[in-house]
């Protein structure tokens, strides 16, 4: 009892510490664990895909030196030729400088940056595999940051440094996926379905061609969320695609100009993050719960009956601040979690504190010894 009552302070003063929005970001290392970083203040590895479904007991790896995760819009890449993970927007204070994650020595540093006309509050980026280069699409132009090999910060600022400005159109909202060292622009003006632009990174040459790519069902013209599956080695190959009709989960393949159908999330909340690694694709949504669907790349029967399922061991993290719209909450509505009721988050704007506090007393009642665990099922 003394320990519900310790969970229950703890997670008092953490979901009321703040009217602001916690930023948490997941990625991976090179042996393909998960990290969530900044949840409910701290940092976790949650082991590897095999384990996701079923341990509850993710390991914390805060430690110092790392972003607060206090800012909006925190995002994560890891850099697999050097076992980093890079943060960007993690700080709200230091809104410039890229936090990096040495997973391979589990510390932290802070690499300063200079801007220049880049705007780290609207852009969205993907950080080429073989340059170990961002490039960011921001207001319509495209900038890039050199990582080079950085594990651990230099000293100095690295810059933005604007590439050009490419022929796509002005008001643009990117959706960009890296796949063969070449950026794919999904969702650009009237294409219409199952087509992309591409961006040649090494010649940095916008191809004027719009690319189209084939499959039993094409994705959708639609703003959404895309990120790439990694390999064991080598560049990335094929991307997912989680337009925010949620009609699918779209894997495309730039080897044969293929897309693959796999069930879109649960949770349909177009505020989600997605990160995948070799054969998996994990969402963030916006309250805090994760999730993944299994891939199995080059199958296509075992994809088509594939099926989201929550990662356990992670805590639960509140996302929203106090009298929120419910709106926003994909697990308030029932429409958000087709033929499942998922009482774990059921809760409704500022109550969603004392919702998360008590469903995670009752998982901790069911589960002492994992207090902070997630184990609902
Ligand atoms: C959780 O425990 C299992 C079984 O002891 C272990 O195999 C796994 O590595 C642990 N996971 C983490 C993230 O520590
Ligand atoms: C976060 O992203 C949204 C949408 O692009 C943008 O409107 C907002 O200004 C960003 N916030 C910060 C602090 O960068
Ligand atoms: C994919 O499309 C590109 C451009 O249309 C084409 O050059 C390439 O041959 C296609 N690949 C395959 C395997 O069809
Ligand atoms: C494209 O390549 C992938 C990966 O090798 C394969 O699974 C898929 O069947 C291929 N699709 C077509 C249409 O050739
Ligand atoms: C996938 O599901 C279908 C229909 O439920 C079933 O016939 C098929 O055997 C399943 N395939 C695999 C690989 O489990
Ligand atoms: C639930 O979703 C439906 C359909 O998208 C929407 O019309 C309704 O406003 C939502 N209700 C809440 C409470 O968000």
Redesign the pocket.
């Known amino acids: 009892m003394l320990r519900l009552f310790a969970l229950a302070s703890l997670l008092l003063i953490t979901l009321s510490q703040s009217n602001v929005r916690a930023s948490p970001c997941l990625s991976f290392d090179v042996d393909f664990?998960l990290y969530a970083f900044g949840f409910n203040g701290k940092d976790w590895?949650?082991?590897?895909q095999d384990?996701w479904a079923t341990?509850t007991?993710?390991?914390d790896i805060t430690t110092a030196g790392r972003p607060p995760f206090d800012g909006e819009n925190t995002t994560c890449y890891l850099a697999q030729y050097f076992n980093a993970i890079y943060v960007l927007n993690g700080d709200a204070k230091n809104p410039s400088s890229v936090y990096i994650y040495d997973a391979g020595s589990k510390s932290w540093s802070k690499q300063a940056t200079t801007p220049g006309s880049f705007d780290y509050s609207s852009f969205d980026t993907i950080l080429d595999h073989d340059t170990n280069v961002f490039y960011a699409l921001s207001k319509g132009a495209m900038y890039s940051l050199n990582m080079d090999t950085l594990k651990v910060a230099r000293s100095g600022a690295i810059p933005w440094n604007l590439v050009q400005k490419p022929d796509l159109l002005q008001n643009y909202n990117p959706v960009m996926a890296l796949a063969q060292n070449h950026i794919h622009f999904l969702n650009v003006g009237n294409d219409g379905p199952g087509k992309a632009r591409i961006f040649v990174i090494h010649y940095s040459y916008l191809q004027p061609e719009v690319q189209s790519y084939t499959g039993e069902k094409v994705f959708p013209a639609a703003y959404g969320q895309a990120t790439s599956f990694f390999k064991q080695s080598g560049v990335q190959e094929e991307f997912a695609f989680i337009p925010d009709d949620f009609s699918g989960t779209y894997v495309i393949n730039v080897e044969n100009n293929s897309t693959r159908t796999l069930p879109p999330p649960r949770v349909k909340d177009t505020k989600s993050s997605y990160v995948a690694g070799i054969t998996s694709l994990v969402q963030l949504d916006s309250i805090g719960a994760v999730s993944f669907l299994p891939y199995v790349p080059g199958d296509s029967s075992a994809n088509a009956n594939a099926t989201w399922t929550s990662i356990k061991?992670l805590p639960v993290v509140a996302l929203y601040k106090s009298g929120s719209s419910t709106s926003n909450n994909p697990h308030v509505n029932g429409t958000g979690v087709p033929g499942n009721t998922d009482t774990s988050h059921s809760s409704s704007g500022g109550v969603l504190r004392s919702a998360a506090i008590s469903s995670a007393m009752t998982r901790a009642a069911r589960t002492p010894q994992t207090a902070m665990g997630y184990t609902s099922s």
Request: proline letters at 0%; a neutral charge.
């Open positions: 664990n590895n949650a082991g590897t384990v341990a007991n993710a390991t061991g």
